[in-house]
Nanobody, 125 residues
Framework: QVQLVESGGGLVQAGGLLRLSCAAS????????MGWFCRAPGREREFVAAISWNGGRTYFADSVKGRFTISRDYANYTVYLKMNSLKPDDTAVYYCAALKDHPGNYYYHNEYDYWGQGTQVTVSS
């Protein structure tokens, strides 16, 4: 079975940093683009970042551009989201997702094939 398991969330102060990890199994990792989405209270699920299947292209929401970095480790079947200069508005549950056969549609949550259970990120003032 396909599994995406997020980890690394927690409570940090504004201006701090976190690194989220998403460990993938049950799929051909290199055949999938990988994305991160978030869901905050009172908001719909929002795109955060994505990386292409070969790692050659990355994409970021305007709200996190310059602060977050996405990367993937093919040897360990893991995608990372490095979150710097965190703001209280970043508080949300962050979800990892895998996308196959829809190149260029990284921004749209309904295009992703598999999802993790999420990890909570809380940023205090």
């Amino acid at each position: 079975q396909v599994q995406l398991v997020e980890s690394g969330g927690g409570l940090v102060q504004a201006g701090g940093l976190l690194r989220l990890s998403c460990a993938a199994s049950g799929l051909t990792f290199s055949a999938y683009a990988m994305g991160w989405f978030c869901r905050a209270p009172g908001r719909e699920r929002e795109f955060v970042a994505a990386i292409s299947w070969n790692g050659g292209r990355t994409y970021f929401a305007d709200s996190v551009k310059g602060r977050f970095t996405i990367s993937r480790d093919y040897a360990n079947y893991t995608v990372y989201l490095k979150m710097n200069s965190l703001k209280p508005d970043d508080t949300a549950v962050y979800y990892c997702a895998a996308l196959k056969d829809h190149p260029g549609n990284y921004y749209y949550h309904n295009e992703y094939d598999y999802w993790g259970q999420g990890t909570q990120v809380t940023v205090s003032s």
